[in-house]
């Protein structure tokens, strides 16, 4: 009795195109799918600082920056989302925020040009151009040690009117701070722009990045599909 035999035409082909997905094929696919999230979660990421955070410039959410996985090793595979500027983690988690010197400089609701009380609601603006703290210039306690807190203050807002600068530091006993004068000598007004009282403000926790974290795992499954269909595409194509 004679013996079957049996040929399977490919066999061949089809291992070696089983070897190159698993050896280059996965692993370049994870490699995209890894950049591709981390880059994810940086896109959302700066979304979330624009709509959660008081931006002037962009210059905070482009430190936003992101490391590559650079090899093909799974095992060792990571890319690293990450942010330059150390006031971005104290946000994240919240905390307290110390004066580099004697105290803070707090602009208020007026230095923003919003109405008094607003800042309470969380509503603060940007503090206006001509009211940026750089742009004040140096201010001093007026009439020395010798004088009384109340002539202090009276010499100050009078320095203020007769220089046009119409700026006094002033200090009001619990209230210290940045002023402007408004009015004239015999009844001026004034109206704080910064608060000068304290020496450390608490910092509200803003999760912007656990916020886009989330966003960017949510797109992992469709990220990862993609990525491997195009590297199976590819492989497919190099053994045609």
Known sequence: MS??????????????????IAKR??????????????FAGRAAW????RSGLTLRNRFTERRALVERARGLRMSSMEATLGHTEPYMALLERGGTERAKKRVR???TESAAGQAKGSLKAG????????????RLGSLRVQGGKSRS???QNARAIGVAIRSGRRLALLDLGRRRGIYRVMGGKRRPKIVKLYDLSRRSTPVPRTPTLERALARALAQAPSIAAAALERQLTRARGAGQ
């Open 105 to 107: 400089a707090i602009p």
């Open 149 to 151: 807190r109340k002539a």
């Open 123 to 134: 509503r603060k603006r940007l503090v206006r151009a001509a009211s940026l703290l750089s």
């Open 46 to 49: 700066q979304d979330e600082m």
């Open 25 to 38: 094929s996965v692993p370049f696919a994870a490699r995209e799918t890894v950049n591709s999230l981390a």
């Open 3 to 20: 013996g079957a035999v049996v040929t399977l035409v490919g066999v061949e082909r089809m291992q070696a195109e089983l070897e190159t």
